[in-house]
């Protein structure tokens, strides 16, 4: 596996292929392929309800039905419950944060910590509180009284502790204030730098214009694009019928 991660930039740490996802008998996911490489920001948009929430619940083993092959790392793990994924390298912020409201912002970090991984970025409470200063002004605060903002940045940082190659983002701009969202898209920028690849679900064109470098667009559970964020800025269609409101 470290082998493969430093064959360089081009390294496919994700691949879907076919993947279908269903909740009981509805059928939410149809033959859905995507890839991520090494070093890339990559963006899954669509409409509310369109299926990025559960394309990334499905990649994380999170769904008990689904069919398909999902290679992470050169590893298959349509199989691996959400626990093992996570201890191979991949990190998940869902969109409703769920950090523990009791413990501390430093106390939260703490749970994320895993070991360092070869051809991964390294991750410490104080590279993190360097990466966001309003969590490192408050590190003993619980993360009950914290503001929804700053709960988001906390459940990045959580996940990041787990020095982590790929991490899904779902809906980083979702229902934060706008000054949030900007420190949000400067946290991606920052983290490419650092050599974190990121797969993220957006609404939001000109947030994933800011950060990504290609676009996957969901509808009603299907691949209805796939190209790079130039080529979707440039799709009027595609815009139209796919992520206008």
Not at 111 to 128: C, D, F, I, S, Y
Request: charged share 20%.
């Amino acid at each position: 596996m470290q082998q493969q991660l430093q064959q360089g930039t081009q390294q496919e740490i994700l691949n879907v292929s076919g993947l279908n996802a269903f909740y009981g008998r509805a059928h939410i996911l149809f033959d859905v392929n995507l890839k991520v490489k090494r070093g890339e920001v990559v963006a899954l948009m669509g409409r509310n309800g369109a299926g990025k929430s559960t394309t990334m619940k499905a990649i994380m083993g999170m769904l008990n039905r689904t069919q398909g092959e999902i290679s992470f790392v050169g590893e298959d793990i349509r199989q691996a419950p959400p626990h093992t994924i996570a201890k191979m390298g991949m990190g998940f912020v869902p969109e409703d944060r769920r950090i523990f409201t009791d413990l501390t912002v430093l106390e939260n970090l703490e749970v994320g910590m895993q070991p360092p991984r070869e051809g991964a970025p390294h991750w410490t409470a104080q590279k993190l509180f360097e990466l966001f200063p309003n969590l490192g002004e408050m590190p003993n605060r619980p993360g009950g009284q914290m503001s929804g903002g700053e709960q988001q940045m906390l459940t990045v940082s959580r996940t990041l502790m787990g020095n982590p190659y790929l991490v899904l983002l779902d809906e980083p701009s979702e229902g934060v204030a706008p000054v949030i969202v900007e420190q949000m898209a400067e946290m991606i920028i920052e983290l490419k730098k650092q050599g974190l690849t990121i797969l993220l679900s957006e609404q939001n064109l000109q947030f994933a214009d800011l950060v990504c470098d290609r676009a996957y667009v969901l509808e009603n559970g299907h691949i209805r694009f796939e190209g790079s964020m130039e080529e979707l800025s440039a799709n009027d269609e595609v815009r139209r019928n796919y992520l206008s409101v």
